[in-house]
């Protein structure tokens, strides 16, 4: 079963603290990782798709990084605009026990940037 | 642009009581739609999933079913809902791999 794990569960900074959130996973292949941003009562926002290892992609402020077995989302000099819960997900390769379409998210991580 | 359109964007309902949950993509043609639960405290979970229209499959054995009558029309229903149906519903669209999500439904049942 595929599985998802994000740490941690909620960061506070300070307004331009860099730091990192992590997004651990076990799926018996990958066809892709996404990340998403979701703020309080909205539905989650789509950041990036990375799909595969040593992969990097960057919007603004974010940058997300790809190993073998996690991804980063690496926040530089952040903004408490960047406040929100960042979500991470999985999808596995069709044929390799899951569904072709199903995405197996992690609980999150609640950023919180203090001005 | 495409956009994708949830309602009600909130409900209150009482136990035993039927659920209709309507959402409607626009700017895109036979899109893959996709029914989501975000309940607190855990991740999202995948309901149900449409790859055409009349083309259902099931995630997870509920009380709830899904349809989709047109192309872009996707529907979550009930025949009496529970208390554990509570939550956040998301609907979502992919063309390829990526799935964007609607403004979702804040379901409560008293």
């Known amino acids: 079963e595929d599985q998802v794990t994000q740490s941690p569960e909620a960061l506070r900074l300070q307004e331009g603290e860099s730091s990192s959130l992590n997004c651990s996973y076990t799926v018996s292949g990958l066809r892709g990782l996404f990340w998403y941003r979701q703020d309080p009562g909205k539905g989650p926002e789509f950041l990036f798709t990375l799909y595969s290892a040593g992969e990097e992609k960057e919007k603004e402020r974010l940058k997300a990084t790809l190993t073998k077995k996690e991804s980063f989302l690496h926040i530089t000099a952040p903004k408490p605009e960047d406040s929100a819960t960042y979500l991470c997900?999985?999808?596995?390769?069709?044929?390799?026990?899951?569904?072709?379409?199903?995405?197996?998210f992690g609980k999150g991580t609640l950023l919180t940037v203090n001005p | 642009s495409q956009t994708i359109h949830q309602w009600p964007a909130t409900l209150v309902q009482p136990v035993g009581s039927p659920l209709s949950l309507e959402c409607t993509v626009e700017g895109t043609s036979n899109p893959n739609l996709y029914w989501y639960r975000q309940a607190a405290g855990r991740g999202l979970q995948l309901l149900f999933y449409?790859?055409?229209?009349?083309?259902i499959s099931s995630e997870v054995p509920q009380n709830l079913s899904a349809s989709r009558p047109q192309d872009r029309q996707f529907i979550l229903s009930s025949k009496k809902l529970l208390l554990s149906d509570s939550g956040f519903y998301l609907c979502?669209?992919?063309?390829?791999?990526?799935?964007?999500f609607g403004p979702g439904t804040r379901l409560t049942v008293l």
């Open positions: 997900a999985v999808q596995a390769v069709a044929g390799s026990g899951g569904s072709n379409y199903k995405l197996t």
């Open positions: 979502a669209w992919s063309a390829l791999d990526t799935q964007y």
């Open positions: 449409s790859v055409g229209i009349g083309q």
